[in-house]
């Protein structure tokens, strides 16, 4: 095929790699834990980085590398390497890259480990966190001191699902020399791409729409060469690597990310639409919903809304609950971006450790719902939320 690129849906079908003697159509799995050389010299040259080649599975895989070229491909970005959670991902980006002394800019509304990693590991090797409120973009700068050396969010937030001007970002990290770092997980590649906003590093957790099935775990980081090549040694050396089979199974699953991203939004946003009219919901939360209030901030950078819709159920705590136990068709379950709808109440679960003040400060009220829309029929998904509300 032509070296010129294609477009998305070709390019995360067509990127593999190179067809072995036996032509076989899709890639193989290497299910190995090393590799082998011709000679003494094959070893010394290839340990020295003079060749470019597999080593250990520690280091870099057939099947990972397969992996990370579609997602850097999809991103626009220049390398990458992949881990074996989302949660690896986060810290080996940020440990590989920051030093005692240093110090973290970051939106305040961030995954919960995320939030664990800044507060409770971090300090230990003096590295501090300073947190901004997402909805107050215009306080980052105030934020910033002569050690910060990352600026870093996610959009859309877990899961009170804010949006935040990446370009906006981008300009501040460019203005302050800062490392601008995106988890992109609940936008993917295809609705959203932070690198053409300025951001050096986007990460994923794999586990979530990439996969799109609940069945494997996985972690990826990708962007600037220089920046990656921290990450990678780093990473060679503590060993948070995705396992092949699991790098060959997301591998497959990004072929249909396209089309199944294009149908979990088109549920999504009917989902939103229904939630937003019924008598006991406070308030919905989907980006593309106009009601949003980063709703044209969203428009100008997402292609679509995504698969997360937020909204709050009267009656608060004791609600959520009575809502979760209601449900027939949806799961109730920790992960999401699956082809299964799933359903949590952050107060009363992830989040019921926090207390009601430090919740309140990301939008995570009380009745807060997080649904997750699957690929089942619309009407089936929309009859179990309408039963459950009732």
């Not at 053409?196 to 994923?204: F, I, N, R, S």
């Not at 699991?246 to 990004?254: D, G, Q, V």
Request: proline fraction near 4%; glycine fraction near 6%; charge should be negative.
């Amino acid at each position: 095929m032509s070296k010129e690129k294609k477009q998305f849906e070709t390019e995360v079908i067509r990127t593999q790699l190179n067809r072995t003697e036996f032509l076989e159509h899709t890639s193989p799995l290497y299910l190995t834990s090393s590799f082998v050389f011709e000679d003494a010299e094959d070893m010394r040259a290839s340990f020295t980085e003079e060749k470019e080649r597999n080593i250990y599975s520690r280091f870099t895989n057939p099947n990972t590398s397969e992996f990370v070229d579609k997602v850097c491909k999809m991103e626009g970005a220049e390398a990458g390497y992949a881990f074996a959670t989302g949660m690896a991902a986060i810290y080996a980006t940020f440990a590989a890259l920051l030093e005692s002394g240093d110090h973290i800019v970051s939106a305040r509304s961030v995954f919960g480990s995320t939030h664990t990693l800044f507060t409770k590991y971090f300090p230990k090797w003096q590295i501090e966190t300073t947190y901004f409120d997402i909805n107050k973009p215009e306080t980052i700068e105030s934020c910033i001191t002569p050690k910060t050396k990352i600026l870093f969010a996610e959009s859309p937030t877990n899961p009170a699902i804010d949006i935040i001007d990446l370009e906006l970002l981008g300009d501040i990290a460019k203005k302050h020399n800062l490392i601008l770092i995106i988890d992109n997980c609940f936008a993917t590649s295809y609705l959203q791409q932070p690198i053409k906003y300025g951001a050096h590093l986007v990460t994923h957790s794999a586990t979530k729409l990439m996969d799109g099935q609940g069945r494997v775990l996985g972690g990826v980081t990708v962007g600037n060469a220089d920046l990656i090549r921290e990450i990678y040694l780093f990473a060679r050396n503590t060993g948070p690597a995705l396992s092949p089979f699991n790098a060959w199974t997301l591998s497959k699953s990004l072929e249909t990310l396209p089309v199944r991203v294009e149908k979990h939004c088109e549920n999504a946003l009917k989902v939103a639409e229904f939630l937003e009219d019924h008598p006991k919901v406070n308030w919905v939360r989907y980006p593309f919903l106009k009601s949003h209030p980063q709703y044209e901030v969203a428009k100008k950078q997402m292609k679509l809304g995504g698969n997360i819709v937020a909204f709050e159920v009267k009656g608060g705590i004791e609600a959520g609950r009575k809502f979760l136990n209601a449900i027939k068709l949806c799961s109730l379950s920790a992960n999401l971006g699956d082809t299964r709808t799933i359903v949590t109440h952050p107060a009363s679960t992830t989040h019921s450790k926090l207390l009601e003040e430090d919740r309140l400060e990301v939008n995570i009220t009380d009745g807060l719902v997080r649904v997750s829309v699957g690929l089942e029929h619309i009407d089936d998904i929309i009859e179990d939320l309408k039963q459950a509300l009732g």
